[in-house]
């Protein structure tokens, strides 16, 4: 009962001042109870004792959480969707800034924090999830995290599964406006390709549909940046065929003064992409052992869809270099494979694709783009500058398969034929304190800045799900259309200026918006 009493005794006797406006709590929470059918709505402030580990609880990244932070002035839990139509009716009616939530993953910490007064609408408890496995669909709802997802997808069915993210805590609300990617890429491509209809709570309240919101808006909301167009609350999505059997491995390789790492990391971007769009293979690069035996590891992460007997003649023929063995091969289902896939234990239980409790750290990441393989000199060049670094990580995804087929305007998300594999740099730390994040952040950009000449260019294309401040922020989500190419054109390229139309049309105040969102003026 202590959200109800905040409701009833703490905040409604006070006004506080967002932004330039003075907002009168009390009218606030009894529009809220107003327009919400429910009549209550649990919402909490910086006086609840619960306060400030619920706004911690999701945030992944702590770096963003110091105590210096602004608080948010309220963080809303909705529990239904008229909680959240309110939500929105009376932020837009009193002018305060909010914040949409699901699973807390933002790389930047956008969903989380403001430099100006805002509230937090956490959409965590809007988490259910409907499998429909005869017609091979599902409903589920923003606030579901993908483990919960694929676990009741592996409830209904042994041969379905979604194309979507590797780490189970991320939330689906933010995955899939951002696009979504993970092992089933090559074959199905993004989640975002394979949501086939949604519901939005728009900017005056009301649900929509994909039939009432109009091809334009469901457009937009497949990867089209989070927090720019509404709240969505639930996704329809298409589940994909997996066999029975599905086939993993991971193969370990060490830097050595024969620099055949080098070579076999340089073969594989010739190969990775071209290979059948049932085999997924990740190359991840790290340093390993510390001072003079610090070297380079190369991990070389794989998921066939069929098993071994069909794997390895693929790999004999397509990638010879990397050596695949049967004895290197573990056979599984697919849902095996997510948890094998997350570094969890995959022969335990099931249930800890349930278990909501995010991980903490600092961190900073990157992304990039890549036409054609980096040279083999180049490699050698990021090896070293990674051995500078403290437990970063290169991360190589291969593109190609379905990824060649599915046109660049089909949703906003861009990054199509052409380009052959995309990379998430890294790093992370555990020291607190604003040295060790001006050190680690100095280090990441010193070693983007040098694999500029070997990524895309005119733009140097970027991932809107791994959020990069660097590419430049508007205070209060106050970009025009020219300041939102800074960083519009890198997430989306020549889809960025359709994205600001639609904008302009269906949220012309820009009342959803962040330091990375879509903006809704100046484009005409």
Not at 198 to 219: P, T, Y
Not at 378 to 406: F, H, Q, S
């Amino acid at each position: 009962m202590e959200r109800y009493s905040i409701l009833l005794i703490s905040v409604l006797f006070f006004s506080f001042s967002l932004g330039t406006t003075s907002i009168d709590t009390g009218k606030f929470l009894e529009c809220l109870k107003l327009h919400s059918k429910t009549g209550f709505i649990p919402i909490y402030t910086p006086n609840s004792s619960r306060f400030s580990s619920i706004w911690t609880s999701t945030v992944h990244n702590i770096r963003f959480i110091t105590s210096t932070t602004l608080k948010p002035e309220f963080i809303i839990l909705p529990s239904d969707e008229s909680q959240v139509q309110a939500s929105v009716i009376c932020s837009k009616q009193h002018g305060i800034l909010m914040k949409i939530r699901s699973g807390g993953h933002d790389y930047e910490g956008l969903s989380s924090i403001s430099d100006v007064s805002f509230l937090i609408l956490d959409l965590s408890n809007l988490r259910s999830i409907n499998v429909d496995a005869e017609n091979k669909t599902a409903w589920v709802q923003s606030g579901a995290l993908m483990g919960e997802l694929y676990y009741r997808i592996a409830e209904k069915s042994k041969t379905l599964g979604f194309p979507a993210g590797v780490c189970p805590t991320v939330g689906v609300g933010g995955l899939f406006s951002g696009g979504g990617y993970g092992t089933l890429l090559r074959k199905y491509g993004l989640a975002a390709d394979n949501v086939i209809d949604a519901q939005i709570v728009d900017v005056n309240g009301k649900i929509l549909d994909r039939e009432s919101m109009g091809e334009d808006l469901f457009w937009a909301i497949r990867g089209g940046a989070p927090g720019s167009f509404g709240v969505i609350i639930s996704w329809k999505i298409r589940l994909v065929y997996v066999p029975p059997t599905v086939t993993v491995f991971r193969i370990e390789k060490l830097l050595r003064d024969d620099k055949g790492l080098t070579s076999l990391v340089h073969r594989w971007q010739e190969v990775a992409h071209k290979l059948p769009p049932e085999l997924f293979i990740r190359a991840g690069i790290a340093p390993v052992g510390t001072n003079e035996r610090r070297t380079i590891k190369a991990s070389f992460i794989s998921l066939f869809l069929g098993d071994t007997k069909k794997l390895l003649p693929v790999m004999k023929e397509g990638f010879p270099e990397l050596g695949l063995e049967s004895k290197d091969c573990i056979e599984m289902s697919w849902i095996r494979s997510v948890l094998w896939y997350a570094g969890m234990p995959y022969n335990g239980t099931l249930d800890v694709l349930l278990n909501r409790t995010q991980s903490k750290r600092f961190a900073k990441g990157k992304s990039d783009y890549v036409k054609t393989p980096i040279p083999v000199v180049a490699l050698e060049g990021a090896w070293k500058i990674l051995k500078e670094g403290v437990r970063p990580v290169m991360t190589m995804n291969p593109y190609g398969g379905i990824m060649d087929e599915i046109a660049e305007t089909d949703i906003p998300f861009p990054h199509r034929s052409g380009t052959i594999l995309q990379i998430q740099y890294l790093t992370i730390w555990t020291e607190p304190g604003p040295e060790e994040t001006e050190r680690r952040i100095d280090w990441m950009r010193k070693f983007y800045e040098y694999m500029a000449p070997y990524v895309s260019k005119s733009p140097r294309e970027a991932y809107v799900n791994y959020r990069d401040i660097d590419l430049g922020v508007s205070r209060n989500g106050s970009a025009n259309y020219l300041q939102g190419t800074a960083w519009g054109s890198k997430y989306f390229k020549n889809n960025y200026k359709r994205l600001v139309q639609v904008k302009s049309r269906v949220d012309p105040e820009n009342f959803f918006r962040n330091e990375q969102s879509i903006p809704s003026n100046g484009l005409l």
